[in-house]
Nanobody, 132 residues
Framework: QVPLVESGENSVQAGGSLRLSCVPP?????????????MGWFRQAPGKEREKVAG????????YYADSVKGRFTISHDDVKNTLYLQMNSLKPEDAGTYYC????????????????????WGKGTLVTISS
């Protein structure tokens, strides 16, 4: 199974901004798909469990954000480019870690994103470092 592909800058000073991108493989979630798909971002710091950061249904308006990132991070999905984004502003040292793109099967409906052990598709992860 081809993983989701993440990309983006991955190193910044505290207070700075980064944007991560994620593209699903093939035409899994192409713009021709009428169903709304749950996609999201998780992160994992060394020695800690993977945690939810943000989630979105691709054709919906509702966004989920972890309390720790509310007001600083923005998740969005470009239907034409079929790309998921995570805009991260006012970054703090505690935001550092490996960020993973996640997606659910198009038949899934529920909390978005779900718990990490329920995620259907993962990216390989991209390391974000933040210098103080």
């Amino acid at each position: 199974q081809v993983p989701l592909v993440e990309s983006g800058e991955n190193s910044v000073q505290a207070g700075g901004s980064l944007r991560l991108s994620c593209v699903p493989p093939g035409d899994t979630y192409s713009s021709s798909t009428l169903s709304s798909v749950c996609m999201g971002w998780f992160r994992q710091a060394p020695g800690k469990e993977r945690e939810k950061v943000a989630g979105i249904y691709t054709l919906g308006a509702t966004r989920y954000y972890a309390d720790s990132v509310k007001g600083r991070f923005t998740i969005s999905h470009d239907d034409v480019k079929n790309t998921l984004y995570l805009q991260m502003n006012s970054l703090k040292p505690e935001d550092a870690g490996t960020y993973y793109c996640a997606a659910m099967d198009r038949r899934y409906y529920g909390s978005c994103p779900p718990a990490s052990d329920l995620v259907h598709y993962w990216g390989k992860g991209t390391l974000v470092t933040i210098s103080s």
